[in-house]
Structure formats: structure tokens, C-alpha cells
């Protein structure tokens, strides 16, 4: 099993920035990538970013290419998301996954362990 505990969310103003953690726990040996996925109230859980552990490789959404970081730090097992530019679009529950895939992988089925999700909000 994996534990993930995400922190750093709340609330910011548009242009603002924020930066989310997600500290993993247990057999974390057996995740290969880490993501982030966002859902906002009434909308499907959408895939934001992912790191692979190993290489710190990454991918993006095409909404957040530019904006948003993610980057990992291996010695702490954890993720980051760093978020600049925030627009009011970006206001969701935040979740972070891991999944023992090599390939990465925008499905939410296809992590296996997820986060409780921290809110971030952007005021207009």
C-alpha cells in the first residue's frame, strides 16, 4: 500500500500563485509515476501533470503547459505542484496519484493510490 497526503491548498487571487505537496508513504518502491489531477464541482476528474520518480521526467496538460511545475524530491518522497498564474478556471479539489505504470498516463484508472485532495481556489 501507498499513503499520499497532499497539503498546500487555498484560496489565492487570480495571477496568484500557490504551491501543493504530496507526501508519499509505505511501499513506494512499487509507484513508478506521480501525478496530479484536479476536479471541480460537477466536471470529471481531470488530469493535470506527472512525474516519473526515476528520471524526474514530466508531462503536462496543455491547460496548465507554462504555469504550473511539478517536480519531486526523492530524499522526502514527495511531489510538488508549483501553480503561477492561477485563473479562476483553475479552482478545484486537487488530487495526488501514483501509479506503478512506466508510460505515462492521463486516466485517472490507471493509479492506483490517491490523495484525499486539497481545495485550491481562485478569486476573480
Known amino acids: 500500500q501507498v499513503q499520499l497526503v497532499e497539503s498546500g491548498g487555498g484560496l489565492v487571487q487570480t495571477g496568484g500563485s500557490l504551491r501543493l505537496s504530496c507526501a508519499a508513504s509505505?511501499?513506494?518502491?512499487?509507484?513508478?509515476?506521480m501525478a496530479w489531477f484536479r476536479q471541480a464541482p460537477g466536471k470529471e476528474r481531470e488530469f493535470v501533470a506527472a512525474?516519473?520518480?526515476?528520471?524526474?521526467?514530466?508531462y503536462y496538460a496543455d491547460s496548465v503547459k507554462g504555469r504550473f511545475t511539478i517536480s519531486r524530491d526523492n530524499a522526502k518522497n514527495t511531489v510538488y505542484l508549483q501553480m503561477n498564474s492561477l485563473k479562476p478556471e483553475d479552482t478545484a479539489v486537487y488530487y495526488c496519484?501514483?501509479?506503478?505504470?512506466?508510460?505515462?498516463?492521463?486516466?485517472?484508472?490507471?493509479?492506483?493510490?490517491w490523495g484525499q485532495g486539497t481545495q485550491v481556489t481562485v478569486s476573480s
Open positions: 496519484a501514483a501509479t506503478g505504470r512506466v508510460i505515462f498516463t492521463t486516466q485517472p484508472l490507471a493509479y492506483d493510490y
Open positions: 509505505g511501499r513506494t518502491f512499487s509507484s513508478s509515476v
Open positions: 512525474i516519473r520518480w526515476s528520471s524526474g521526467s514530466t
